[in-house]
Every structure is written in C-alpha cells, then in structure tokens.
C-alpha cells in the first residue's frame, strides 16, 4: 500500500470537470485533504465519454479500496462485471487467442518456454486466468463460513488480482452521489476564465454566469478540452503519433452475449482494432483505427459485414494520442484525459488517472514546490512512455493481410523501450518492478511485456530463462506438467460462474 504523506495548507481545492476522472480525484482529495473544501465544477452540456469501460487491478486496489467504496456497489449501481485479463484474437493474423493476465497466487511461476520446448510462444496453458477465461469462470470461489453481515465481496476468495467492467456514465453519476453525500460540493457551470496571480497561480475561476470561485489549487479533470493545462498554461505536448498511429474511434453497442465474457477483448481489424467490453445488459464496443489509412464509412462497413447490418455508432471520437510534458503546472494538475491519452488498450486511461493520483497524494501540495512538480512530471513522462511502449509492441504481431497491417513497422518508429524489453537481457529493466517511486511501481511488468511478446510471436526464451533464474525459480517443469495442469483446473473447477458471482454481488435481477 503506497505511503500518503500528502499534508498542505490548501483550505479550497477545485476540480473542473466531472466524469470518471473528476469525481475520482475529488474522492482521492477528499479522503487526503480532509481540512480542505472540495468543490467539482461540471459543464451540464459535456456529456461522459465512453460506451462501456474496462480497469486493471489498481481500480479496486488503489481507488476503491482507498476510498472505502465496495466492488459490490458498483455491481448493483454501475453495470459492474468481474474481469479476469484481457484477451487479444486475431492479432497475427490466424484468428487465435491469447491472453494478458493480472497476478494470481495458482499460475506456477516456472520457466515454461525454455524448459519445455514444445511449449507455445505464450504460456496461457498455464495460466490459471487464462484457463478460467476458457471455462467462463471468475477467479473467485464462495468461502465455506459466509458471515450475512459483510459486504458481499469479502464473502468471495479471490485467487488473485481482478479488475472491473462498467457503464462509464453510470459510474460517474455513482462516484457524484458517494462524493456530495461526503461533503464534496457540486457547481453546474462552464468554466469561462481564470484569474492567476503574479507567480501564475490560479486563484479564481469565473463560470459564464457571473459566478465565481476562489480556489487554492485546481486539478483539471476537463477531458480532451484540457481548459487548464492545456489551453490557459500553454503546456508543451508530446505528440505519440509517430508510434501510435491510431486517431479516431467508432463506439457503439452490442445486445449482452451469454456467458458473459470475464475479460476485455482487442480484436484485430483490416485497419486497427475493435474492443468489446461486457457490462451489465450490454456489450460497449469501438473501432479504432487511422484515419490516414482509411474512412469511418470503411470501418462500419466492416463491423456490418462482421456482426450484422445493425451497428450503429453513436459517435466519432477524435483523439491525438500524446502527452503533456507538465501536468503539474503552478497550483493546476491534469489527471485523466487531460494530461494525455494513448489509446484505449490495455485500459491505460483510467489506470494512468488512478496512479497518478496515488503518486501526487504520496507529495506535499504546497505551492512554490517546484522539486515535487520536477519530480512529479518527470515520474509522469516514464509513466506514459512506459504504456507507449507497451501498447506499440501489440501491433508488432505476424497480420500483414492489409495495407494497415504490411505497412505498420514502416510507417512507425519503434520506441527505444521497445527494442530494449525485447532484448536477451532486457528484463533487467523490470526486475523487482521497481522503476518507479517507491510504493508506486510504474506499469507493464516484465511478466506482461512476456505474455504479449508471447502473444505476437516476440518472446525471446533466452530472457525468459534469465528472468526466472534470476528469482531462483526453475523446477523441473516436463515431470511436473500434467500435475500442475490438473491442480490448477481443480482450482477452477472450484471458482464461481459469472452470472453466478454478479448475483451474489447484488446485481439487479434480469441483468
């Protein structure tokens, strides 16, 4: 658990903006800022984007455990599902599957691909959340001595680490109500100007009806309008397109499969990829894609031809994937959108908002302290250049049946990071996972660079050997193979269906 230490003179903090961003770091300044006055300032006419959302494990481990809000909760207020890993299919071309799973306590931590030689570029028939995707199951099992008076969640044994599927728009208006009913206040109204003293702080916020608010420091939680950071402070940008090519999206919904899937799924397209996350009563999906490349009209061709004549996006999303070189600004800090943006994969966006917020609570937000805004933008740069490596090394796959495809490694630079990890010896860059601050390790271990290098045919099996016999972990795995196949699937076997688990949750019947 990260060390807080976050102790300031601020005594009026002011969030702009709502949505899931918003209302997260108003919970976080809430629950670190107890002195201080939080208010969130939400524009009535800027709607809440996204069509189904999907988290990592830090989600439930470094939000909502923080702020004392249960998993079952959202399960009965926001669409809430059990995600176990994320899925990819089709990225080399075959229409296979592999797997990027969370930690778990019943994988066996063995060198399968250099010990075994007949194993597969990825060790999903290993993983114990990759076999329970299979089987559609979460990885919790009910406990024997269930005790009706706690939360439903803590009546489940997790085998590990999970995530969360949700209604975006829903959890933002539950995140509202948790935050007002503990003191935060909530002002409608657009930002209209900003007045700043001498040293360039912003010490009020007018609204375009006259009103105004004096504050002491601002997050800016504006989304891809990015009034603060952005617009008023003029910060220098990072632009990640040379790397991520990738530009607009298609959202759109899908009626509820059954099962209902226990993971998020990138699905390789002609020209970029389509998500599919299952929530409650339906399925948020987006095609993303280049617009240099080809047309929206092209795009939901292909989904039509796909998954019927039926799809209908609900909008077009533009984004530029990049970052801001200075999220802390003066007393202004982005978080969320309007810091920067990659790319929906691997659910960067609101995994990068959760720890940076864990990272600036870890800080005193005194104003003047230029070390904690140095140190904070330079942890901020390795963190976003630490997912652009990682979401680029998931196109360097085997598909090259379009022009999307056979043209990708030469229309893009491979990022230094890349070519590193990649390496014989470059899990030395991850050993320990410890290459952020302390207590806040930055993302993408050198367990997941292995399963999606796995994944697309990239594993170097030299450096997988070295990365487990670095940690003294190299059991004889051939005479342990069926063995430890069948232990795991017995722990499956053991593990709750979803629809099984969601209702124990509370979740609304029919749902």
Known sequence: ????????????????????????????????????????????????????????????????????????????????????????????????????????????????????????????????????????????????????????????????????????????????????SRGVAHVRGRVGTFERDAAGNVVELRLDDGRALATDFVFDCSGLARLVVGKLHGTRWHDASPWLPCDRALPFFLPTEAPLPVYSESRAMRNGWLWTIPVQGRLGCGYVFDSRMTSAEACLRELQERLGPTVAPVRTIDFSPGWFDRPWVHNCVAIGLSSGFLEPLEATSIWFAVVALNELFRRQLAL???????????????????????????????????????????????????????????????AGDDAGAAGNPLPFPWTSWRAVAGGTGNLDRSAVSRYWHYYGLHPGWPERREAEQARIDAVVARCLDHGTCLRLLGAPPGR
């Open 368 to 430: 003047g302290d230029e070390r904690a805004r140095a140190d904070f933008n330079a942890w901020f740069g390795l963190l976003m250049q630490r997912g652009l490596d990682f979401v680029h090394l998931h196109y360097l796959g085997r598909r090259r049946d379009t022009p999307f495809w056979s043209t990708f490694r030469d229309r893009t630079r491979r990022p230094d990071g890349v070519a590193q990890a990649l390496a014989p010896d470059g899990w030395r860059n991850w």
């Open 1 to 180: 658990m990260t060390e807080f230490r976050a102790r300031s003179q601020l005594g009026r903090v002011v969030v702009v903006g709502g949505g899931t961003a918003g209302w997260m770091t108003a919970l976080m300044a809430h629950r670190f800022l107890p002195e201080a006055a939080i208010t969130v300032v939400e524009d009535p006419e800027v709607g809440v984007i996204g069509v189904g959302e999907g988290t990592t494990p830090h989600f439930v481990q470094r939000f909502l455990d923080v702020v004392g809000i249960p998993v079952s909760l959202l399960v009965q207020e926001a669409g809430a599902t059990i995600k176990n890993c994320f899925r990819h299919t089709d990225w080399n071309g075959d229409g296979a599957s592999y797997h990027h799973p969370f930690e778990d306590h019943v994988t066996p931590r063995v060198d399968i691909a250099s010990v075994h030689p007949d194993a597969p570029w990825h060790d999903g028939e290993f993983s114990f959340a990759s076999r329970a995707c299979d089987r559609e199951r979460v990885i919790f099992e009910r406990r024997p001595d269930v005790d009706p008076t706690l939360d439903a969640i803590l009546n489940l044994h997790a085998h590990g680490s999970f995530a969360l599927h949700f209604d975006a728009v829903r959890l933002a208006e539950l995140l509202g109500r948790v935050a007002t």
